[in-house]
């Protein structure tokens, strides 16, 4: 089955070909690194890592920009508040630039922790600004900026079709005037270049032809895609939060220097709610990372498997529950396939029936359902390791990496977490508590796990054991 995907732009799925034969160019937005990403956040992380990896099944060499918002983005899409790097920084009593560095290290370290495929290029808006105010300037030339006491702005008015990636009802907007229009002309028009107030020195300004200020959100992505993707290509990426605004906005801007919409396909995934219908975010306080799923012992490969239970256009709804059931299925999956022998070969029914799952914008319920119908079938040992191995480097589990917890273990601890397994069971966690001390004064920790305790030396028994 060849590759359907998708397209926001056209509401269809559509066959996928690439612009340049075998070659695709795929840009994904990336963090606004004012904090740490939320598992909201890296939802859309892991199905655009899917998609990349579901491109090269089908034999394509992707280049995927991803890039780091470290300036320009204000705390109110409206183009109001102050820049959330600003605010970051009162927050912590950090610089602006280590804000940047601390929150893009900590989200590089998720993306890892989630084994999501390295992007070929990272882009940081502020290694850019050349490059936006030089778009800017393009834009200017064209009539599709005018200026006012805080900055330069983007003239909607202009593109009869602006919009249409979210069908905008502007006649709507403009009479209801849901946002303040303070000096804009239009409720859809955006900044291009803020103006650093008067009597304030921001930590992160620069000059231009207009005056000394930064640029507005939606540019950088216009000048990073061109630059390292053309002008048109293949993919854009991103969450569902994007199509209104950002998205919008940054395909106004490539109309209006270069005459394209900027991307072939448009491809958004949708949110992780949490309570009901809403989604995780920061400002609702409804703020899960990925730490605080290893904080209780849950691995987040477990939340990578996760994701793929639900169709990337469909909500996913977080629970504890539900994650625990996904750890339970990826451990179940790793030690099944630790058992399986080396030296098989693919079993070509089952991966044309995974690829046709895959190649059906990005079925991955289904691919999964065609992979546990896989595991539980009576083919060699040695094949369903070979198939499973092949469906792997799309799911990027990463079962070939991962080992059995294997140590030298006394008998007489081995008894004794027996006898706490058996009190634990009993529910009899007082009795439970007690072997654990015992294992511990004999220089063994345990943790329960959602795959059972875990058993770890310790070099030097603590002396006093608290509870």
């Known amino acids: 089955m060849p590759l359907a995907l998708y397209d926001t732009w056209s509401r269809t799925v559509r066959s996928f070909t690439p612009i340049h034969a075998g070659h695709v160019g795929m840009y994904c937005c990336g963090p606004t690194v004012y904090d740490h990403a939320h598992i909201g956040n890296l939802r859309t992380y892991v199905f655009e890592d899917i998609l990349r990896r579901v491109l090269i099944r089908n034999g394509y060499e992707v280049r995927h920009v991803v890039n780091i918002t470290d300036v320009g983005h204000l705390t ?80 909607t008015s202009k593109q009869d079709d602006y919009g249409f990636l979210a069908r905008l009802d502007r006649a709507g907007l403009q009479a209801g005037k849901r946002v303040a229009l303070g000096a804009k002309q239009n409720i859809t028009d955006f900044a291009l270049w803020k103006f650093s107030p008067e009597g304030v020195t921001r930590q992160m300004e620069w000059d231009s032809p207009w005056g000394r200020g930064f640029p507005g959100w939606h540019i950088e992505c216009s000048a990073m895609s061109a630059k390292y993707l053309g002008t048109w290509f293949d993919i854009h990426c991103g969450g569902e939060d994007h199509i209104a605004v950002h998205h919008s906005n940054e395909i106004a801007q490539t109309q209006a220097a270069h005459g394209t919409r900027l991307a072939n396909f448009w491809i958004h995934g949708h949110f992780l709610t949490l309570n009901a219908d809403t989604k995780m ?187």
């Open 281 to 467: 975010s920061k400002s609702s306080g409804d703020f899960v990372r990925l730490q605080t799923l290893r904080s209780r012992n849950v691995d987040p490969l477990a939340y990578r498997y996760l994701c793929m239970t639900a169709h990337y256009r469909s909500k996913l709804h977080f629970s504890w529950a539900s994650l625990d059931a996904a750890q339970t299925a990826l451990n179940r999956l790793r030690r099944l396939y630790s058992g399986w022998s080396d030296g098989g070969r693919i079993d070509p029914d089952f991966a044309a029936r995974f690829n046709a799952e895959l190649n059906d914008d990005l079925n991955l319920p289904r691919a999964l359902a065609v992979l546990w119908e896989l595991v539980k079938s009576e083919l060699p040992p040695a094949t369903l390791k070979a198939t499973v191995d092949s469906f792997d480097s799309v799911l990027g589990l990463g079962l070939r990496d991962w080992n059995p917890v294997a140590s030298d273990i006394p008998e007489s601890i081995r008894g004794l977490l027996g006898e706490r397994a058996q009190a634990r069971v009993a529910k009899n966690w007082a009795k439970a508590d007690e072997i654990r001390k015992m294992l511990n004064t004999r220089g063994w920790r345990v943790e329960d796990g959602n795959d059972g305790q875990r058993l770890t030396e310790i070099a030097t028994p603590p002396k006093d054991i608290e509870s």
């Open 76 to 155: 109110s899409d409206a183009d109001e508040g102050e820049d959330k790097m600003e605010k970051g920084s009162r927050r912590t009593g950090e610089s602006a630039y280590a804000i940047a560095q601390r929150y893009t290290e900590a989200f590089v370290a998720d993306w890892h922790a989630l084994n999501l495929l390295e992007p070929t290029v990272w882009c940081r808006a502020t290694d850019h600004i050349a490059e936006q105010i030089a778009f800017i300037g393009e834009l200017d030339r064209s009539g599709y900026v005018y200026r006012t006491n805080d900055g330069l702005y983007f003239d």
